[in-house]
C-alpha cells in the first residue's frame, strides 16, 4: 500500500496562488472521485479542507479548491495567508480502503 | 458540539497489547462511519481502519489486517482499537475520526489523539 506521492515542500508569499500535486495510481487517485485534503497545524488534528475532489466543507474558504486529472489531484490556494501554512495531506479511496499522501509542507514567506 | 475524545494510549512492550477507546457525542454517532487514523512521530498521516454506521462492515490497512480490531459500542457512543502483537512501527499518535456523512469517507472531526508507544 504505497502512499501517493506529494511533494515535500512548497512555498509562496503572501496574496500568491499555491498548486499542491497529489499522485497516485489508476487504483486509487485515477480510479475514483473520492479525492480529499487536509491540513494539519503543528501539533493539531488534521481539517478537512476538500472532498468528492473538488467540494468544500461548510467553513472552508473559497481559497482552497480541488480538482483531478487522470492520476493526479491538485489543491490550489489562492490569495494565500499567513495561517495557511500548515502541512497538506492528499487522500484517496483504493477499494476498500484510504490511502493518504505523504504530506506537503507549505510555507507562507 | 460534535466532540471525540480519545484514551487508552501508553508505553507497551513489543508483542504486546493495548486496546483504545474513542467517547463520541454530538451526533448521531450509530450512523457515522467512524475511522482510526495514525501519525508516527514527524511523520505523515496514515489510515489504520474503518467501520461503517449502516452495516458495521470493517476495513483495515494492510499493515495492521490480522493484529488490530475495530468495532464500536453504539449504546455507549464508543469507538474501539484493539491492537495485539504490537510493534515499534506502530509507534504513533491514534486519531478517531468521524465521517462528513454517512459512511463517506472523509473526516470532518478528529479527537485530540493518544500516544501509543512500543519500546522494551
Known sequence: QSALTQPRSVSGSPGQSVTISCTGTSSDVGGYN??????QHPGKAPKLMIYDVSKRPSGVPDRFSGSKSG?????????LQAEDEADYYCCSYAGSRWVFGGGTKLTVL | ???????????????????????????????????WVRQAPGKGLE?????????????????????FTI????????????????????????????????????HDCWGQ????????
Do not use: H
Not at chain 2, 8 to 34: D, E, H, I, N, Y
Not at chain 2, 86 to 106: F, N
Not at chain 2, 113 to 120: F, K, M, N, P
Open chain 2, 71 to 106: 468495532s464500536r459500542d453504539n449504546s455507549k457512543n464508543t469507538l474501539y482499537l484493539q491492537m495485539n502483537s504490537l510493534r515499534a512501527e506502530d509507534t504513533a499518535v491514534y486519531y478517531c475520526a468521524k465521517d462528513l456523512y454517512g459512511d463517506s469517507g472523509y
Open chain 1, 34 to 39: 473520492y479525492v480529499s485534503w487536509y491540513q
Open chain 2, 1 to 35: 458540539e460534535v466532540q471525540l475524545l480519545e484514551s487508552g494510549g501508553g508505553l507497551v512492550q513489543p508483542g504486546g497489547s493495548l486496546r483504545l477507546s474513542c467517547a463520541a457525542s454530538g451526533f448521531t454517532f450509530s450512523s457515522s462511519g467512524m475511522s
Open chain 2, 113 to 120: 489523539g493518544t500516544l501509543v508507544t512500543v519500546s522494551s
Open chain 2, 47 to 67: 489510515w489504520v481502519s474503518t467501520i461503517r454506521g449502516s452495516d458495521r462492515s470493517t476495513y483495515y490497512a494492510d499493515s495492521v489486517k490480522g493484529r
Open chain 1, 71 to 79: 492520476n493526479t489531484a491538485s489543491l490550489t490556494i489562492s490569495g
